[in-house]
């Protein structure tokens, strides 16, 4: 008995009569209506989203925007909405009224543009406390999960949209700020020029002021000094004023008398005047008299009369003209010599010498009358000059008194130059101060002026075309290039690989309840197991391929599926249902009826595990052990390559798996076939038949 044999005794039983036939031509329907009619049903979803009806409230109040104008963006965001024919929109008056819409399900959901929503919008532009714009919505996962989704992307794109536009307008504001602040400082940098200009004449003034200060330094200095020079002479000038007004005091006090004294010398010079007046009368006659004396003396002596001469010279020693010595001496000669007839030697010299002692009175005579005039001037005079001492005593205090005060003024004065000096140090201190900071001030200045000018040329000063083109950038700075490799063109296309795949494994278990995986026939018979295996396989494979077939031409062509790669999507059908078939056969060929639980049990860890909707890195780790061992998965990314025109090198490898695949429900399949050769009770009775 051959394979084929097997195969063709078992595909006659089933296309016997006509039951059978429709029983065939329905199980190869059965990936058809899971999976076609599944898509068909979800092939555009997001197309007919119009077809929803969605609450739309419009409260915004409007506000002033920064140019003057009235911004309406919450009515512009109600007319884009309602323009765009997303949703169905229903204008609906009050946020009450929308929720209870939402609640009920008269509306999916609803969208809400509060009072202030323009007014939030502007805050930015002026710079006060910005607030955000609000979008209020309101869903209910009880009139469907998968729309509060589908909502939020819609909310999010009017954010963008929106945010965008606002902007737009905040980065213009923003940028004409830049050019009037650039203006501004190119002005400020203008003026700190006109500054430093400023402190550069300041700081030339101050080297000018240093210099006066140093120079008024040096002339207080010179004024102290001066005066204190001047407070030791205006010292030395009170002491010796105090000396000149206590030694004119004592000459006051010793010429007080003067006057008096100045009299008597007067009286007593008088006197003595005239008594040398007298004498000199008496003199200038003594020569004559002692000659005459000394002719009567030579008479007398002759004549014997010494008491003449002696009378004689009594009388001259009494008038003051001889001493008493000489008068003796000239009474011893009278009585030593003898009468001589002629004068003696000695008379002679006696005589010369009275004349010359005359002459002497004479002159004595004239002086004491000048002393007599002088003193009586003297006397006269005396009076004056002691008024006048007095007063010089007088003048003499009061110039010590102002001597002393003019000393203590002027040690008050060297005080004064003395804190001049410390003022001026302290000024020219200042002045020093004030240079060394003006110099400071004046390169601070040109540096502002240049920084000022560097910054202005740093600080952008946008045209109005640049405006434009930069507010665009700044409000939507990040632009998103998508280049799809390998794109699905509809909803239905993205869900395609995962349905098709599902729809063959289940259109192959749906053969395990009509077709034997093997027949009791082919056990009885004396044919080899994997002859036998084979044999009850190829009725499963035939049957799949043919829902293969039509599953890819009803998809391809009834639904506009438009596969990158048809012909070998078509293959990998073929494949697929090739290593399912062999796969379910075998193990219900092995467990028998608990083997159908055993594939749907597969079927449910392939759904969750295979990365159908979600990518299978997002399931949890035990199901990624899953995925690698069932095969639903790598057909699952097979036909995505194949449908999208992806890469195809992984399509190799995955047919060599389905093949391997195969192979391990044909072992499996031989292996039933050999236990089942040898009958048992449970082979006649079975515990269970599903």
């Known amino acids: 008995m051959t394979v084929l044999r097997l195969a063709r005794s078992e595909l006659k039983r089933m296309t016997g009569g006509l039951l059978p036939k429709l029983t065939i031509l329905a ?4 990936p058809l209506l899971y999976g076609a009619v599944y898509l068909y049903a979800n092939w555009d979803p997001y197309g007919k989203l119009n077809q929803i009806d969605a609450a739309l409230v419009v409260e915004d109040s409007g506000a002033a925007s920064a140019h003057g104008t009235r911004l309406e963006a919450g009515r512009k965001v109600a007319e884009s909405l309602v323009d765009g024919h997303v949703f169905n929109w229903k204008s609906v008056a009050s946020t009450e009224e929308a929720d209870q819409g939402v609640s009920d399900g008269t509306y999916a959901f609803a969208l809400k543009i509060p009072k202030d929503f323009s ?19 309101t869903t209910n996962d009880a009139n469907n999960y998968l729309l509060s989704t589908i909502v939020d992307k819609l909310t999010t794109a009017v954010h963008t949209t929106v945010a965008k536009e606002v902007g737009e307008e905040t980065a ?6 830049f050019g009037t602040i650039h203006t501004q400082m190119l002005k400020a940098s203008d003026g700190a020029g006109q500054l430093a200009d400023g402190v550069a004449r300041l700081h030339d003034g101050t080297v000018t002021l240093h210099q006066g200060t140093g120079e008024l330094k040096s002339g207080a200095t010179e004024l102290y000094n001066g005066e204190v020079k001047l ?7 009170s002491a010796g004023a105090a000396q000149l007004s206590g030694g004119l005091t004592q000459l006051k006090d010793k010429t007080a008398a003067l006057p008096a004294n100045a009299q008597q010398l007067a009286d007593g010079a008088a006197q003595v005047a005239a008594g040398n007046a007298a004498l000199n009368t008496a003199m200038q006659g003594i020569p004559g008299q002692l000659a005459a004396a000394n002719q009567a003396a030579q008479q007398a002596a002759a004549q014997g009369q010494r008491s003449r001469v002696v009378a004689s010279t009594g009388h001259l020693v009494a008038a003051g003209v001889l001493t008493q010595a000489q008068a003796d001496a000239v009474v011893a000669d009278v009585d030593a010599t003898p009468a001589p007839a002629a004068p003696s030697p000695a008379a002679a010299a006696s005589a010369a010498k009275l004349q010359t002692a005359a002459t002497q009175v004479q002159k004595l005579a004239d002086g004491s009358a000048a002393v007599s005039a002088g003193a009586s001037q003297l006397a006269g005079a005396a009076p004056a000059l002691s008024d006048a001492v007095t007063k010089a005593s007088a003048g003499a205090d009061q110039l010590a008194s102002g001597s002393a005060t003019l000393a203590a003024g002027q040690q008050n004065a060297v005080d004064g130059a003395g804190k001049l000096v410390q003022g001026a140090q302290k000024l020219d201190d200042g002045a020093a101060q ?8 004046s390169d601070g200045a040109g540096t502002l002026a240049g920084e000022l000018a560097q910054g202005a040329g740093k600080v952008p000063n946008p045209d109005d075309a640049q405006k434009d083109s930069l507010s665009k950038v700044m409000a939507d700075p990040v632009a998103v290039s998508n280049v799809s490799q390998a794109k699905a063109g509809s909803y239905g296309a993205g869900l395609a690989p995962f349905f098709l795949t599902l729809a063959l494994w289940i259109g192959v278990f749906m053969l395990v309840q009509a077709m034997r995986p093997v027949t009791q026939r082919a056990l009885a018979s004396n044919a080899p197991a994997w002859k036998i295996a084979a044999g009850g396989w190829l009725p499963f494979l035939a049957v799949s391929a043919v829902q293969a077939s039509l599953l890819t031409l009803v998809v391809d062509v009834g639904l506009g599926l438009d596969p990158a790669h048809p012909v070998l999507m078509w293959f990998l059908m073929l494949a697929a249902a090739m290593a399912f078939s062999a796969i379910i056969q075998g193990v219900v060929a092995l467990l028998g009826s608990p083997g159908k639980l055993v594939v749907l049990i597969l079927l449910v860890l392939q759904l969750v595990s295979s990365g159908g909707t979600f990518p299978w890195q997002t ?8 995925h690698q061992i069932l095969p639903m998965g790598y057909v699952v990314s097979g036909m995505r390559h194949l449908i999208y ?6 399509i190799l490898p995955t047919m060599l798996g389905l093949v391997g695949y195969t192979l391990l429900g044909l072992a499996m399949s031989t292996a039933a076939v050999r236990k089942n050769k040898y009958w048992t009770l449970k082979t006649l009775k079975p515990e269970i038949a599903v």
């Open 434 to 441: 004030l240079e060394t900071g003006a110099a400071t001030a």
């Open 27 to 30: 199980l190869a329907l059965v």
């Open 645 to 650: 025109g992806a890469d195809l090198a992984i």
């Open 172 to 177: 213009n504001q923003l940028l004409t700020g």
């Open 231 to 237: 407070r030791d002479g205006a010292t030395s000038l």
């Open 119 to 137: 007014a939030n919008l502007a805050s930015p532009g002026s710079f006060d406390a910005a607030n955000q714009a609000m979008l209020n919505v």
């Open 619 to 626: 399931t949890p780790e035990p199901l990624h052990v899953v």
